[in-house]
């Protein structure tokens, strides 16, 4: 088993690094300067050179990601368990959530810089791209309750409270997990939207504005560093809710159990 | 001889939302002690009868009477499925009926662990329910129904899924417990040969009129074990009981268009 995890990591790290070394050859086989596509080599020393701008950007746009994360889950989880007290509540409210979910960030984004800060602004678009998906999912996961395991709690007369605390919360926790990985990645991408669209600048500014401030000034290395550090961010933020979803459902739930195990 | 039945259906019928009529006019009397068999086709109407008992749904006319309305409000229900929580243990998905009438863990252990032992889990107390066989899945499911000492236990086909070999173990493990706890059972089932292993009366449903074609009454004091399956007293029954549900079963096919 450790072999094939150990396999299962080496693989995926040895394409990758496959991958950065034919980018680096082609580079400097063909020659081709660093304004039109830098080096793997040159965006690592780039990155190490504007560290501490490329860093304190990155802390804004993951402190913003995190605090829509946080702010989505609490309201999504809320207005799921509300959905699941009454048919009316779901068919007067739900149309609201799904109306922001299919319309697209970008479009939403410059309205809302009118109406709020900048900082403000980014927040609000992070939180209503990462709402949807877990409300959906978490009102999906209080639905789907086992009829057998209701009839059990029906046949032994539990309460209203019992039901939820005992049967709908547990069975739910499944779906709320796969919501809240699904939100999370989808936090970072509206902030790094709504950043874009901002165009804030000076102190406090994410990693989005850095690319468009690298892009005026043609520095692509410094531009492909901020992407990279996006990207890392978003494998960091996927990987610490599949971790969580792994230490909550392992022991109980096929979605996070091995085969054999 | 007991005189009141202790549960009476009185012209019981139900139709289901969309539209399906599964009984009509059922009239059965369920005695104290008794272990009592619905055998039928599928879609006859016997697992809508038990749940029409244990109080799960409403019948759409007619009356189900208990003799002693409090022994209502403690069933013991086996379905066909284990119907167990995934994300607990074996210890805390017997003791979730007694959780639910608010009693603390620390004082429903003893009874957890006597059910526990009753069905012989006593080893498998932390573990999930899906480490377990389908046969220990289901001896959890009959402990969570006997923790609460039910005087009356409904079991819904609780050995349909499982094979042969645990089939009869578990049919052999029922009886015992039924000596021991004196609890009257109402066991729905398809298979003939359990109904006559297991019952001291056996109804054979038809599934055309949801009515009842024969009722077999079967020697209580007989011992049941491995041997009497050889009987031919065993046959005997078996034999009645098989017509009886052929019977049942030419009435569907004589009805289907």
């Known amino acids: 088993m450790t072999l094939n995890r150990l396999r299962d990591a080496i693989i995926p790290l040895l394409v990758f690094l496959l991958t950065l070394g034919v ?31 490329l860093f304190s950007s990155l802390l804004v ?35 609201f959530a799904i109306i922001l979910q299919v319309t697209p960030i970008i479009a939403i984004a410059p309205l809302l810089l009118i109406y709020l800060s900048p900082g403000t602004a980014v927040l609000v678009c992070a939180f209503l791209v990462a709402f949807f998906p877990i409300l959906s999912n978490t009102a999906l996961g209080l639905a789907s309750v086992d009829h057998g395991l209701q009839d059990v709690f029906d046949l032994y007369h539990a309460t209203g409270w ?29 902030a790094i939207v709504a950043e874009l669209a901002a165009g804030a600048s000076g102190q406090g500014t994410g990693l989005a504005f850095r690319i468009v401030e690298a892009g005026f000034r043609l520095d692509i290395p410094r531009m492909f560093a901020a992407l990279a550090l996006i990207s890392l961010s978003g494998l960091a933020i996927y990987g610490a809710l599949a971790w969580l979803s792994h230490l909550l459902l392992h022991n109980w739930h096929e979605s996070a159990r091995e085969r054999g195990a | 001889m007991i005189d ?4 009476s259906l009185q012209e019981v019928s139900k139709t289901y939302a969309n539209g399906v009529a599964v009984l009509k006019g059922l009239d059965l009397a369920v005695n104290a002690g008794e272990t009592l068999t619905l055998l039928g086709p599928s879609g006859c109407g016997k697992s809508t009868a038990l749940r029409l008992i244990a109080g799960l749904i409403a019948p759409t006319s007619g009356d189900i009477v208990w003799s002693n309305p409090t022994l209502r409000k403690n069933l013991g229900v086996v379905f066909q499925e ?22 603390k863990r620390e004082k429903a252990e003893p009874r957890i662990r006597h059910a526990l032992a009753r069905v012989g ?17 289901m001896r959890c499911a009959i402990a969570r129904a006997l923790v609460t000492e039910p005087a009356v236990i409904l079991m819904d086909e609780p050995f349909a899924a499982l094979d042969e070999v645990t089939r009869f173990q578990l049919n052999d493990d029922l009886l015992a417990l039924k000596l021991e706890l004196r609890a009257t059972i109402i066991f729905v089932t398809h298979s003939v040969y359990e109904s006559a292993y297991l019952s001291t009366r056996i109804i054979v449903m038809s599934k055309v009129r949801g009515a009842i074609i024969d009722e077999i009454i079967i ?39």
């Not at chain 1, 050859?25 to 965006?43: E, M």
């Not at chain 1, 547990?170 to 779906?175: D, E, F, T, V």
Request: aromatic share 8%.
């Open chain 1, 23 to 53: 980018w680096e050859a082609i580079v400097d086989y063909k020659n081709i300067p660093p304004y039109i596509l830098p080096a793997p080599s040159t965006i690592a020393a780039k990155l190490v050179e504007d560290r501490a701008l």
């Open chain 1, 61 to 95: 746009t993951l402190g913003v990601t995190l605090k829509a994360l946080v702010i989505a889950t609490i309201s999504a989880v809320a207005l799921a368990l509300l959905l699941a007290q009454s048919k009316w509540l779901e068919r007067a409210l739900l149309p």
């Open chain 1, 162 to 190: 019992q039901k939820f605390l005992y049967l709908r919360l547990p069975s739910a926790l499944p779906q709320f997990l796969a919501g809240l990985r699904i939100g999370g990645g989808l936090a970072l991408i509206g």
């Open chain 2, 4 to 7: 009141a039945p202790l549960i």
């Open chain 2, 82 to 103: 284990p119907t167990l929580l995934p994300w607990a243990s074996v210890f805390d998905n017997v003791y979730l009926p007694l959780r639910l009438t608010g009693e």
């Open chain 2, 121 to 137: 889990l006593s080893d498998f107390a932390a573990a999930l329910p899906r480490e377990l066989s389908g046969g220990m899945k």
């Open chain 2, 219 to 257: 020697d209580p004091a007989l011992t049941r074990n491995a041997e009497f399956r050889h009987t031919d007293h065993f046959a005997e029954i078996c034999r009645r009981a098989s017509l009886a549900l052929r019977h049942a079963t030419d009435e569907n096919i004589g009805t289907t268009p």
